[in-house]
């Protein structure tokens, strides 16, 4: 079983900076890509940003130039920083992993539990 658990969210006034951190644990193997993800209120679920275990990012549109997804494989862990953060911004953040999960070596995609980031005007 492996879990990710967020951190970092909060309230920000319009212009200012958050960091997200997720952790991943549990029986892993190894982990390929890691993203995050936001859902605001009413709307769907969709894609932040992505980086995969040698590097490779890629990102929405809307928060190109604004934030900066990176990790840290000897911890399982992905961070997201965000700076120039707007109001459209606020959204309830998810991290995503995509393991390899011990003993078998399946492949599992997993989701943290969310955190809340709120930006006001």
């Known amino acids: 079983q492996v879990q990710l658990v967020e951190s970092g969210g909060g309230l920000v006034q319009a212009g200012g900076s958050l960091r997200l951190s997720c952790v991943a644990s549990?029986?892993?193997?190894?982990?390929?890509?890691m993203g995050w993800y936001r859902q605001a209120p009413g709307k769907q679920r969709e894609l932040v940003a992505t980086?995969?275990?040698?590097?490779?990012?890629n990102y929405a549109d809307s928060v190109k130039g604004r934030f900066t997804i990176s990790r840290d494989n000897a911890k399982n862990t992905v961070f997201l920083q965000m700076n120039s953060l707007k109001p459209e911004d606020t959204a309830v953040y998810y991290c995503?992993?995509?393991?390899?999960?011990?003993?078998?070596?399946?492949?599992?995609?997993?989701w943290g539990q969310g955190t809340l980031v709120t930006v006001s005007s």
């Open positions: 980086i995969t275990s040698g590097g490779g990012t």
């Open positions: 549990g029986s892993i193997f190894s982990i390929n890509a």
């Open positions: 995503n992993a995509e393991a390899v999960v011990a003993p078998m070596g399946v492949d599992l995609e997993v």
